[in-house]
């Protein structure tokens, strides 16, 4: 079922994205589509949502491409319920999307977990995927405890109680999603501090005022962080475009080493450093992401 969304966004408006909704289950969830053609998913990161991909959709879809995006459950204009967030919840919702949508081999293109949601895809559900695009891919929902060095691995662990916590967790989010906060630290993630504007700041603000979204915060930084990477990988048989911004403090580039070695060995992957850009390359770079897109494309799907 599909209905046009009243309201959009400003950034919506500017870039001429035209939200509707699609009912998963009981869940409104949000989505655009532009163009024709070969079908790709865009797929936001943390905290972010359709509008994130605002510099990319019209240009993939004028190369030729139908272009989807999404706000995963939880995100943006989508729904949020008040339940167990994870990776597999959200790969049950790509994968309706898919089969009510699509129905037909897709590139699935993601930043940050979108990427590992997109190489989740590749990896899980082969059927639905013709290739991926990874930009500066989480290695997990969460930090792996294990995988963190003492004493930060007691002060995520810490962290992470106090989120649970229903006294002082709602005291802390309302702290985290203050405008201010918000762009300090799109400061610390984003290369190029000119594309941290006031509608990008807005963008991720507007979500964090819904009644249900401090307990959806403590649900998805309290999940399991997933499979890792290299073993989601080992299961990947479709060509693999790999982006990272180099300045990314996040993800940082020396964990992008088992991305590189698989472009050394298929021919049909690649990946590029992104220099100057962190995080979000897409939105730092576009230009020369979106170019990287489609000229890999053109050779692979």
């Not at 949020?80 to 790969?91: A, E, H, I, Q, T």
């Not at 792996?144 to 229903?166: C, D, I, K, Y």
């Amino acid at each position: 079922m599909t209905a046009s969304v009243p309201t959009a966004t400003p950034i919506a408006s500017q870039y001429a994205l035209e939200p509707q909704t699609w009912l998963w289950g009981d869940h409104q969830i949000c989505y655009t589509v532009q163009g024709e053609g070969q079908p790709l998913v865009l797929i936001h990161g943390f905290g972010a949502s359709i509008g994130h991909w605002r510099k990319n959709i019209s240009p993939l879809a004028k190369a030729g491409y139908q272009v989807y995006a999404l706000d995963l459950l939880g995100f943006g204009a989508s729904d949020k319920p008040v339940l167990d967030y994870s990776l597999d919840l959200w790969l049950e919702q790509l994968t309706a999307f898919w089969q009510e949508k699509i129905q037909q081999p897709t590139v699935w293109v993601g930043n940050s977990i979108g990427a590992l949601l997109a190489l989740m895809v590749m990896a899980q559900r082969p059927e639905l995927a013709i290739a991926g695009v990874l930009l500066n891919a989480a290695g997990g929902l969460n930090h792996r405890p294990e995988e963190l060095p003492f004493p930060l691995n007691v002060v995520m662990g810490s962290f992470t109680r106090l989120v649970a916590s229903p006294l002082v967790g709602p005291i802390l989010f309302n702290q985290v999603r203050r405008k201010a906060r918000i762009r300090q630290t799109l400061y610390q993630v984003y290369g190029d501090r000119q594309a941290v504007t006031d509608d990008l700041v807005a963008m991720l603000y507007e979500p964090s005022c819904h009644p249900n979204a401090a307990k959806v915060f403590a649900s998805i930084l309290t999940a399991p962080a997933g499979l890792p990477p290299h073993l989601l990988l080992e299961q990947v048989t479709q060509p693999l475009l790999v982006l990272w911004g180099e300045t990314d403090p996040w993800t940082p580039i020396r964990a992008a080493g088992l991305y590189q070695q698989r472009a050394t060995t298929d021919p049909r992957s690649a990946f590029h450093a992104l220099p100057g850009a962190g995080h979000c390359p897409h939105d730092e770079q576009p230009e020369t992401v979106n170019q990287y897109m489609i000229d890999w494309l053109a050779t692979v799907v």
